[in-house]
């Protein structure tokens, strides 16, 4: 079946580690996504990709790495920079517009 | 600047009653306008757009929406609410942002129905 798969689904990480997320589709989609969500703060734009080796910083980009070596994968790191990196991300991707995305299950990161 | 709108943090229905769930936005040019459905500790799935075309909008698990353009508004409908329907609602616009269309998420409502 396809879809969106990322791992792992909980990480905790001690402070001044740099962790990555994994991102893994087999949709065949362009564009793919990192959102960030808190609570009561909606889903806020990490990074984003439209194309293999292209990305674009989203709204909150500091503090976080991404790259785009392979059209199916688009991993994220959370960096030691990162100031307040205990969230739930979720990656996503998308067909050319009008699309809707398709989302992973999400990764829960807890800095301890 | 564009931008999606979810006035209500919560919305509480009764099973068995209507419910809705407000979206207003603002965008340049023709809006394209998405509600996803998340329960806890899971991604967001898809529940219905709005492209172009009739201004009520079907999607998954008979949930429609109204597409107002004089009101800028997306809201979120069911006739008759279940238990299994509470959960946390977003809406989405595609905004122009940086030379690329950017998905933009709204803060989310949280729907509870009573049983």
């Known amino acids: 079946d396809g879809g969106i798969t990322q791992s792992p689904k909980y990480l905790f990480r001690k402070e001044g580690q740099n962790v990555t997320l994994s991102c893994e589709q087999n949709?065949?989609?362009?564009?793919m996504y990192w959102y960030r969500q808190d609570p009561g703060q909606g889903l806020r734009l990490i990074y984003y990709?439209?194309?293999?080796?292209?990305?674009q910083k989203g709204d909150i980009a500091e503090g976080y790495s991404v790259s785009r070596e392979k059209k199916e994968s688009f991993p994220l790191t959370v960096t030691s920079a990162q100031k307040n990196p205990t969230a739930f991300y979720l990656c996503?991707?998308?067909?050319?517009?009008?699309?809707?995305?398709?989302f992973g299950e999400g990764s829960r990161l807890t800095v301890l | 600047a564009q931008s999606v709108a979810q006035p209500e943090d919560q919305v509480n229905v009764a099973e068995g009653n209507p419910l809705t769930v407000k979206c207003t936005y603002s965008?340049?040019?023709?809006?394209?306008l998405f509600w996803y459905v998340q329960y806890p500790n899971r991604g967001l799935q898809f529940l219905l757009k709005?492209?172009?075309?009739?201004?009520l909008v079907k999607g998954s698990y008979g949930f429609e929406a109204e597409f107002n353009k004089s009101q800028t508004s997306f809201h979120l409908k069911k006739p008759s609410a279940l238990v299994s329907d509470s959960a946390l609602y977003f809406c989405?616009?595609?905004?122009?942002?940086?030379?690329?269309?950017?998905?933009?998420f709204g803060r989310g409502t949280s729907l509870i129905v009573h049983p």
């Open positions: 996503a991707s998308k067909r050319t517009e009008p699309r809707e995305l398709f």
């Open positions: 709005y492209i172009t075309g009739d201004n």
């Open positions: 990709s439209q194309i293999v080796n292209d990305f």
């Open positions: 949709l065949n989609h362009d564009a």
């Open positions: 989405a616009v595609r905004a122009y942002s940086g030379g690329s269309y950017i998905p933009t």
């Open positions: 965008v340049s040019g023709n809006p394209y």
